[in-house]
């Protein structure tokens, strides 16, 4: 793979770099950090493309991978580079946590801004009574060396070393928090209460209605990069209007 190092660390602030350094990403270039203004380099490795390409969707300036057999990259962390920009509202990283952690795409987002890395946890939804990110910690750029956040975290997660942290295996909880596994259980309890009364062909036929409402209501909001989408806005409203709404 042709090294992309120089013309990508030209474009870099001070504040960036620094970032970078501080959790080791900088080591880490075209092993397992990849900057999505780089996608065209990086398309004949079609598993890597795929994954840049979806994170241009969340508008993620890079992606942090774990490679596994072959050329099977695993996204691990969405970076943010904020350094660039003089202010921004809180509320933007709360509309990223919220992106992510529904998409369940990555596990950790960094976003680094001129005086500090931002570390979020998006196996967690966001904190429901302020309305802000779910920080794994908040890490200044002038701080000395942090115990679990430090030069060694880009080389940790590449290895897995990370995740087996007893620390880490405590505050992140991929099955019990993650938008899927919320879902399901909501998804139980509407689907017990609807055939309580229910006999066997009735309670069939609410688990069918049920599950092909959310697939309708998933295809309705699914939108690829150029905005395109498999069904219009309200379509399943429009659906539930009809005077019958047919199963298959």
Request: net charge neutral; aromatic share 12%; proline share 3%.
């Amino acid at each position: 793979m042709d090294v992309l190092c120089d013309d990508t660390m030209k474009s870099f602030t001070t504040a960036f770099e620094t970032g970078l350094s501080k959790l080791g990403f900088n080591e880490e270039l075209n092993e397992g950090l990849f900057f999505t203004k780089d996608i065209d380099q990086y398309a004949p490795i079609h598993n890597l493309w795929f994954h840049l390409e979806k994170a241009k969707i969340f508008q993620a300036d890079a992606i942090f991978c774990r490679k596994i057999i072959g050329d099977k990259y695993i996204p691990q962390v969405y970076l943010y580079d904020f350094t660039k920009k003089h202010t921004y509202e809180e509320s933007v990283l709360t509309e990223i946590h919220k992106k992510i952690w529904t998409s369940s795409e990555v596990p950790i987002v960094c976003v680094f801004t001129k005086t500090d890395i931002k570390i979020l946890d998006t196996t967690s939804p966001i904190n429901k009574e302020n309305d802000v990110p779910t920080y794994l910690d908040k890490i200044a750029l002038t701080s000395k060396v942090h115990r679990i956040f430090n030069a060694q975290f880009a080389n940790d997660i590449r290895t897995g070393a990370y995740w087996e942290n007893e620390t880490i295996k405590k505050k992140l909880s991929f099955s019990k928090n993650s938008s899927y596994s919320i879902l399901i259980e909501y998804l139980k309890i509407i689907i017990n209460e609807a055939v309580k009364n229910a006999d066997l062909e009735k309670k069939r036929l609410i688990q069918k209605l049920i599950v092909q409402s959310i697939l309708v209501k998933y295809l309705e909001e699914k939108e690829d990069a150029y905005g395109n989408r498999v069904f219009p806005s309200n379509f399943s409203i429009r659906i539930l209007m009809l005077p019958v709404f047919v199963t298959f």
